[in-house]
C-alpha cells in the first residue's frame, strides 16, 4: 500500500492540471491565507483596543471557549444549506464557506491579541506613560510590540483551524487539498485518500514553521532574549537559555 | 419538530457513542501525558523537544489523521479505534504542556518541605506535586474536552458513526433540522463535560474551596 502511496504522489500527471496537486495546493493556500487575513483585520484591532481599554473583557474571554465546543463541520454545512440557495454559481458554496473560515479563525486571534496586550508589564507601560506617551503611543510602541508573541500564537492557532476546515470544506465542493482526500473516500480510492491526506498535513506543518520563523523575525529581541546567551540564575526554572520560555506564555 | 420527536433513540445513541469517542482518549491522553509532562519538567533538554514535538502533532488536521492512522497502523478505515488514536494523540499533544506547566507550578519550598520530610521521589509526585498541580492540569484538560467532543464529529465523513453523522445526513438530505439538532447536542455535550471536569476538580482541590469560603 505505501508503495501504491509513493507511486500516486510521484507521478507527473497527478501534478498537472485545473485539478492536479499543484493547482489545489495554491487553491488550499489561498482560500486559508484570505480567511486568516480578513479574521486578522478585524480581530487585531478589536483585540488591541478590548486589552487597551478594557471594555468587553467579558466578551472575548467567553468567546474563545464557546467557539471551541462548536462543530466546524456541522457549522460548515450548515451555513452552506442556510445561504447557499440565496445565491447562484460557485457564490452559494464560496461565500458561506468563506464565512465559516473567517468566523472559525476570529476567536483564537482575538483572544491573542487580547491577552497580549492585557499581559503587558504594567511597569512598562508606566514607564511609557511617565516617558510621556500618550494612550495611542502607549498602544503603538510598548503595548503591540511586547503583545507581539501572543499575538502570533492566536494567528497560528488560527491559521491550522483554517486549514483543517478548508480541508473539510471539500465536501460542500470547495476545491483545495481537501478534494483529494474526499473525492479519493467517496469513489474508494485508497492511494489518492492517504496522498491527499498526507499533503494536506505536510501543508499545515509547513505553513505553520514559516509563521514560527515570521515570529522569530518579527518578535522583538529585547522579549525573547535571544541575544544574550548568557546563563541566568533563577533557582526555579533551573539553567536554561530562555528562548523556550516565550512559548510557555500560551 | 417532528423529525427531532421520530429520531429522539437514534439521537441517543449517537450520543453515546460520541461520549465514547470523544471521553476515552481524554482519559488516555491525561495517563500518556502525565509522564511525558513529568519528564519534561524534570529533564530541561527534554522540555522544548517534547513541547514542539506535540506541538507539530497537533498542526495535522483532522482528517487527515484519522484518514493516515489506517496505514499507519494496519487498522481498517472504519475502525473507530482509528478515532479513538487520533483523538489520544490531539489530547496528549495538549497535555503535555499543561502537565509540566502545572508541576512547575508547585511551589519549590513544598517539594523540598515533603523531601525533607522522607517522601521519596515517587510518593512525593503522587502525594504532593500531582495534586497541587490539578487546577493548571484541570484547565488545560477543559480546553481538550471540549476540542475533542468537536473535533470527533468529523469522523462522520470517514463513516464513523456518532453526532457528527447528523451533519452529513442532513446535508446529503438538503435538511437543516438534524444539522441544528446536532450542532446543539455537540455543544450541549462538550458543556457536560466542561461541567463534569470542573466538578471532579473542585472534588480533587478541597483547599480552594476552603479558601473561597473562609467560614
Same mark, same amino acid.
Given at each position: 500500500?505505501?508503495?501504491?502511496?509513493?507511486?500516486?504522489?510521484?507521478?507527473?500527471?497527478?501534478?498537472?492540471?485545473?485539478?492536479?496537486?499543484?493547482?489545489?495546493?495554491?487553491?488550499?493556500?489561498?482560500?486559508?491565507?484570505?480567511?486568516?487575513?480578513?479574521?486578522?483585520?478585524?480581530?487585531?484591532?478589536?483585540?488591541?483596543?478590548?486589552?487597551?481599554?478594557?471594555?468587553?473583557?467579558?466578551?472575548?474571554?467567553?468567546?474563545?471557549?464557546?467557539?471551541?465546543?462548536?462543530?466546524?463541520?456541522?457549522?460548515?454545512?450548515?451555513?452552506?444549506?442556510?445561504?447557499?440557495?440565496?445565491?447562484?454559481?460557485?457564490?452559494?458554496?464560496?461565500?458561506?464557506?468563506?464565512?465559516?473560515?473567517?468566523?472559525?479563525?476570529?476567536?483564537?486571534?482575538?483572544?491573542?491579541?487580547?491577552?497580549?496586550?492585557?499581559?503587558?508589564?504594567?511597569?512598562?507601560?508606566?514607564?511609557?506613560?511617565?516617558?510621556?506617551?500618550?494612550?495611542?503611543?502607549?498602544?503603538?510602541?510598548?503595548?503591540?510590540?511586547?503583545?507581539?508573541?501572543?499575538?502570533?500564537?492566536?494567528?497560528?492557532?488560527?491559521?491550522?483551524?483554517?486549514?483543517?476546515?478548508?480541508?473539510?470544506?471539500?465536501?460542500?465542493?470547495?476545491?483545495?487539498?481537501?478534494?483529494?482526500?474526499?473525492?479519493?473516500?467517496?469513489?474508494?480510492?485508497?492511494?489518492?485518500?492517504?496522498?491527499?491526506?498526507?499533503?494536506?498535513?505536510?501543508?499545515?506543518?509547513?505553513?505553520?514553521?514559516?509563521?514560527?520563523?515570521?515570529?522569530?523575525?518579527?518578535?522583538?529581541?529585547?522579549?525573547?532574549?535571544?541575544?544574550?546567551?548568557?546563563?541566568?540564575?533563577?533557582?526555579?526554572?533551573?539553567?536554561?537559555?530562555?528562548?523556550?520560555?516565550?512559548?510557555?506564555?500560551? | 419538530?417532528?423529525? !427531532? %420527536?421520530?429520531?429522539?433513540?437514534?439521537? +441517543? =445513541?449517537?450520543?453515546? @457513542?460520541?461520549?465514547?469517542?470523544?471521553?476515552?482518549? &481524554? #482519559? !488516555? %491522553?491525561?495517563?500518556?501525558?502525565?509522564? +511525558? =509532562?513529568?519528564?519534561? @519538567?524534570?529533564?530541561?533538554?527534554?522540555?522544548?523537544? &517534547? #513541547?514542539? %514535538?506535540?506541538?507539530?502533532?497537533?498542526?495535522?488536521?483532522?482528517?487527515?489523521?484519522?484518514?493516515?492512522?489506517?496505514?499507519?497502523?494496519?487498522?481498517?478505515?472504519?475502525?473507530?479505534?482509528?478515532?479513538?488514536?487520533?483523538?489520544?494523540?490531539?489530547?496528549?499533544?495538549?497535555?503535555?504542556?499543561?502537565?509540566?506547566?502545572?508541576?512547575?507550578?508547585?511551589?519549590?519550598?513544598?517539594?523540598?518541605?515533603?523531601?525533607?520530610?522522607?517522601?521519596?521521589?515517587?510518593?512525593?509526585?503522587?502525594?504532593?506535586?500531582?495534586?497541587?498541580?490539578?487546577?493548571?492540569?484541570?484547565?488545560?484538560?477543559?480546553?481538550?474536552?471540549?476540542?475533542?467532543?468537536?473535533?470527533?464529529?468529523?469522523?462522520?465523513?470517514?463513516?464513523?458513526?456518532?453526532?457528527?453523522?447528523?451533519?452529513?445526513?442532513?446535508?446529503?438530505?438538503?435538511?437543516?433540522?438534524?444539522?441544528?439538532?446536532?450542532?446543539?447536542?455537540?455543544?450541549?455535550?462538550?458543556?457536560?463535560?466542561?461541567?463534569?471536569?470542573?466538578?471532579?476538580?473542585?472534588?480533587?482541590?478541597?483547599?480552594?474551596?476552603?479558601?473561597?469560603?473562609?467560614?
Amino acid at each position: 500500500m505505501i508503495n501504491r502511496i509513493f507511486a500516486w504522489l510521484t507521478d507527473g500527471a497527478h501534478w498537472q492540471g485545473y485539478d492536479g496537486i499543484a493547482a489545489r495546493l495554491i487553491e488550499h493556500l489561498g482560500y486559508s491565507l484570505s480567511a486568516v487575513l480578513v479574521a486578522a483585520l478585524i480581530a487585531i484591532p478589536l483585540g488591541l483596543y478590548i486589552g487597551h481599554t478594557g471594555h468587553g473583557r467579558f466578551l472575548v474571554v467567553n468567546l474563545a471557549g464557546a467557539a471551541r465546543a462548536i462543530p466546524s463541520l456541522g457549522l460548515l454545512l450548515l451555513a452552506v444549506l442556510w445561504l447557499g440557495p440565496r445565491f447562484n454559481g460557485d457564490i452559494a458554496f464560496l461565500l458561506p464557506a468563506g464565512l465559516v473560515l473567517v468566523v472559525l479563525a476570529i476567536p483564537p486571534i482575538l483572544s491573542g491579541a487580547y491577552a497580549g496586550v492585557e499581559g503587558v508589564d504594567p511597569d512598562a507601560r508606566d514607564a511609557a506613560k511617565g516617558m510621556g506617551m500618550g494612550g495611542r503611543q502607549v498602544l503603538r510602541h510598548v503595548e503591540l510590540p511586547c503583545a507581539l508573541p501572543l499575538i502570533m500564537s492566536g494567528i497560528r492557532a488560527g491559521t491550522m483551524q483554517v486549514i483543517a476546515t478548508a480541508t473539510i470544506a471539500a465536501v460542500v465542493g470547495l476545491g483545495g487539498l481537501g478534494r483529494f482526500l474526499i473525492d479519493g473516500l467517496a469513489v474508494r480510492d485508497t492511494p489518492q485518500t492517504a496522498s491527499g491526506a498526507i499533503l494536506v498535513a505536510l501543508l499545515a506543518l509547513t505553513v505553520d514553521m514559516v509563521l514560527a520563523m515570521v515570529q522569530r523575525l518579527i518578535v522583538s529581541r529585547g522579549l525573547t532574549g535571544r541575544y544574550k546567551r548568557v546563563k541566568t540564575f533563577d533557582p526555579d526554572a533551573g539553567v536554561t537559555s530562555p528562548a523556550p520560555a516565550l512559548e510557555h506564555v500560551a | 419538530m417532528t423529525w !427531532l %420527536g421520530d429520531h429522539l433513540g437514534d439521537i +441517543l =445513541g449517537l450520543t453515546v @457513542r460520541h461520549i465514547y469517542l470523544a471521553g476515552v482518549p &481524554l #482519559i !488516555l %491522553g491525561l495517563f500518556i501525558a502525565l509522564p +511525558l =509532562g513529568w519528564l519534561a @519538567r524534570r529533564h530541561k533538554g527534554l522540555y522544548p523537544i &517534547l #513541547i514542539i %514535538g506535540t506541538g507539530l502533532l497537533y498542526t495535522i488536521p483532522s482528517l487527515a489523521l484519522f484518514i493516515m492512522l489506517p496505514f499507519l497502523l494496519g487498522t481498517k478505515i472504519l475502525d473507530p479505534i482509528n478515532v479513538i488514536i487520533a483523538m489520544t494523540i490531539y489530547t496528549v499533544a495538549l497535555l503535555v504542556r499543561t502537565v509540566a506547566d502545572g508541576l512547575g507550578s508547585v511551589p519549590e519550598e513544598v517539594n523540598q518541605s515533603a523531601t525533607a520530610m522522607g517522601y521519596k521521589r515517587v510518593r512525593r509526585f503522587m502525594s504532593v506535586e500531582l495534586p497541587l498541580a490539578v487546577p493548571v492540569i484541570s484547565a488545560g484538560l477543559r480546553v481538550a474536552a471540549v476540542s475533542n467532543v468537536s473535533i470527533v464529529s468529523v469522523a462522520a465523513l470517514i463513516g464513523v458513526e456518532q453526532l457528527g453523522s447528523l451533519f452529513t445526513d442532513g446535508f446529503d438530505r438538503a435538511f437543516l433540522e438534524p444539522i441544528i439538532v446536532g450542532v446543539i447536542s455537540c455543544v450541549l455535550l462538550a458543556l457536560l463535560f466542561d461541567g463534569a471536569i470542573l466538578g471532579l476538580t473542585r472534588l480533587a482541590t478541597p483547599w480552594q474551596r476552603a479558601r473561597e469560603s473562609p467560614s
